[in-house]
């Protein structure tokens, strides 16, 4: 309806006549073939409609004696480079006067008629007015979207330079304890009490940057498409108990006044446990980073017919009500213009976002206000009761696995990644070789015969895609377990090292107890799968 009525507009035509009949004739003529038509009573109210969406103009030669024509010429001068108002004259025959001239000669988009015209030739001009006025109204159109375009451009620019500077110093800020926790470990004394308070802050802050990484690299895989939900029947109060005990390093670092309102029996969803518990918390954290040492978090947990609800409420710097729509997008950062302390890179609740749509939920955010907290709420569907795993299959379950006994080739072109593995191999019991190019390591596999293999696939000369293929091919080591670590995590790579054959990829920096674990369930061929 707006549209159509825009459209109405840029095609009226505007008529300033000698005499109020000669205008109303002249506007049923042109209302005859389905134009809009209105009569304007002087040259005044002709330049005060030259501002707005008209078609066309229509006047007499009459007009040269209106002490305002001056003021329609100064409003066609002025108009948007794209725009040239069509005007058609209707004059006299006779020769045009000097004065005429110099008032008319100005115009670009002039169509003089003889006065008197026939209705046919006017109703034609204007048409064909009209039809040039449309493909200048088409060129506005394509302006401004080359407009909003460059400026959308612009923005994503900005906040592409902003993200980047965020993503460097919010890495920096865990390497500076680790670089010189390094360096305090290396002096004497180093290895004492001391040594032990480093290796935890160290521990810490190496978590903070995998998880900055792991955090980039799933909004890639969700904005491409490529994660798949491992979905199954799941209690959303054991998630919730997860989440709070991942979360509490943050809450318990700003002395947060923190409690949990969960309900005594499961909440019964379809969905996947990590992913599920990524968001709460992501939700949590959140919380923990915007809201002033001392402050109040709380969580909630409850069902009813429409759902289980999932709520995470503060009394933290709050959110503005013009970004309570925008919260959700990526790369946004509630505290752009307040204290940057707080970092983040802005992605975190558009994890929650698209993470809680992929399970077929909802999520909102709500503020009263800068200063006034906020209040974010996940909405999830409800699947019906089941029974819990027996008792003796949990047990089954948590018995720890029996560690085999493996020989193990470690290949990477940097000597401190593949030596530092191999301690931690060596210390875990296992016979462990190093080798640091692609023609060593098919050399040392021959001699050495490993059970398994681990690969950095970025290496010089040979990278380790060849390396597996050429290990498959050989008799003596094709039967190997081999597994890429690399600091490639796309899918695409992991379609590659499956092509490549290698049976399991992990992504760098690696968990050492995940690794271990994963040694610990090898078996002599095993499928490939994703264990980053």
């Known amino acids: 309806m707006a549209t159509q009525a825009l459209e109405n507009r840029e095609r009226r035509v505007l008529v300033l006549p000698p005499t109020r009949r000669d205008g109303?004739?002249?506007?049923?003529?042109?209302?005859?073939v389905g134009l809009d038509c209105d009569v304007v009573g002087?040259?005044?109210?002709?330049?005060?409609?030259?501002?707005?969406?008209?078609?066309?103009?229509?006047?007499?030669?009459?007009?040269?004696?209106?002490?305002?024509?001056?003021?329609?010429?100064?409003?066609?001068?002025?108009?948007?480079?794209?725009?040239?108002?069509?005007?058609?004259l209707l004059s006299r025959p006779a020769q045009p006067s000097h004065n005429d001239k110099r008032r008319f000669g100005k115009l670009t988009n002039l169509t003089v008629l003889d006065r008197p015209t026939s209705a046919r030739a006017l109703v034609s001009a204007v048409e064909a007015a009209i039809r040039g006025r449309a493909r200048q109204y088409q060129i506005r159109d394509q302006l401004n979207s080359l407009r909003a375009a460059d400026s959308e451009r612009k923005n994503a620019d900005r906040r592409k330079d902003e993200f980047l500077a965020t993503l460097a110093h919010e890495l920096r800020n865990p390497l500076a304890p680790i670089r010189t926790g390094?360096?305090?470990?290396?002096?004497?004394?180093?290895?004492?009490?001391?040594?032990?308070?480093?290796?935890?802050?160290?521990?810490?802050q190496l978590s903070q940057m995998v998880r900055l990484i792991d955090d980039l690299l799933d909004v890639s895989r969700i904005s491409s498409g490529k994660v798949v939900l491992q979905r199954t029947r799941v209690d959303l109060r054991a998630i919730a108990e997860l989440a709070i005990e991942a979360?509490?390093?943050?809450?318990?670092?700003?002395?947060?006044?923190?409690?949990?309102?969960?309900?005594?029996?499961?909440?019964?969803?379809?969905?996947?446990?990590?992913?599920?518990s990524q968001v709460i918390i992501n939700l949590l954290n959140n919380a923990a980073k915007y809201t002033a040492d001392g402050g109040q978090i709380r969580l909630s947990l409850s069902s009813d017919h429409a759902g289980a609800r999932v709520r995470v409420q503060d009394n933290g710097v709050g959110i503005p009500p013009e970004m309570l729509d925008e919260v959700f997008d990526i790369f946004t950062q509630v505290n752009r213009t307040l204290d940057r302390s707080q970092g983040g890179l802005g992605i975190g609740l558009s994890l929650v976002r698209r993470l809680t749509e992929m399970h077929g939920g909802e999520v909102a955010a709500d503020s009263?206000?800068?200063?006034?907290?906020?209040?974010?709420?996940?909405?999830?569907?409800?699947?019906?009761?089941?029974?819990?795993?027996?008792?003796?299959?949990?047990?089954?379950?948590?018995?720890?696995p029996q560690r085999p006994r493996l020989r193990i080739l470690v290949v990477d072109d940097i000597p401190d990644v593949a030596d530092v593995l191999k301690m931690l191999l060596d210390l875990e019991g296992f016979e462990t070789l190093v080798a640091y190019s692609g023609l060593t390591a098919?050399?040392?596999?021959?001699?050495?015969?490993?059970?398994?293999?681990?690969?950095?696939?970025?290496?010089?000369?040979?990278?380790?895609?060849?390396?597996?293929?050429?290990?498959?091919?050989?008799?003596?080591?094709?039967?190997?377990?081999?597994?890429?670590?690399?600091?490639?995590?796309a899918e695409g790579e992991l379609r590659r090292t499956r092509e490549s054959g290698f049976d399991f990829h992990l992504v760098k920096p690696v968990d050492a107890n995940a690794l271990l674990a994963l040694l610990s369930q090898i078996s002599p061929r095993t499928a490939l799968t994703d264990e980053a």
């Open 24 to 32: 109303d004739v002249t506007c049923a003529m042109l209302r005859n």
């Open 42 to 88: 002087n040259a005044r109210m002709l330049a005060s409609r030259l501002s707005t969406s008209i078609g066309a103009v229509v006047l007499t030669d009459a007009v040269v004696g209106d002490p305002d024509l001056s003021s329609v010429m100064e409003a066609l001068d002025h108009q948007p480079q794209w725009s040239d108002v069509p005007v058609i």
């Open 182 to 204: 390094l360096q305090a470990l290396a002096r004497p004394g180093g290895d004492g009490a001391a040594g032990t308070v480093i290796r935890t802050i160290m521990e810490r």
């Open 247 to 276: 979360s509490q390093p943050f809450i318990a670092a700003g002395e947060h006044d923190f409690k949990a309102d969960l309900p005594d029996g499961p909440v019964w969803v379809d969905g996947d446990a990590s992913r599920l």
């Open 368 to 400: 009263k206000g800068l200063g006034h907290g906020s209040t974010f709420t996940v909405r999830l569907p409800l699947m019906d009761a089941v029974q819990s795993p027996a008792a003796s299959d949990e047990a089954a379950q948590c018995e720890p």
């Open 442 to 489: 098919l050399e040392s596999a021959r001699e050495f015969r490993p059970n398994v293999v681990i690969c950095d696939i970025g290496l010089p000369e040979m990278d380790g895609h060849e390396i597996a293929r050429r290990l498959r091919g050989d008799p003596k080591v094709a039967s190997a377990t081999l597994i890429a670590l690399t600091g490639w995590g």
